[in-house]
């Protein structure tokens, strides 16, 4: 059984062509099969979108001109009570 980020990823993967054509050399966020923002780096992409999303619910990935996006980035926060 795939999970979201699974599935996500497959979107991605399937799509990356068109998504580099549409919107160049970014980091994009994805759920539920489409982007909801683009960023300059990795660490703007999450930071921003889990303002709004759950993390574990979203990916944000590298779209590069030589098509070598292919690294799943999967996020977590973890809190410390130190």
Known sequence: MMTTVDK?????ADNVETLYNKYGDVYVAIKNHKVIGKY???AEGVLKTQ?????GTFIVQRLSPD???DNVY????VKYNG
């Open 74 to 77: 999967i996020s977590s926060l």
């Open 40 to 42: 300059k780096t990795y």
């Open 8 to 12: 996500e990823y497959k979107w991605f």
């Open 67 to 69: 098509g070598t996006a």
């Open 51 to 55: 303002k709004k999303e759950k993390i």
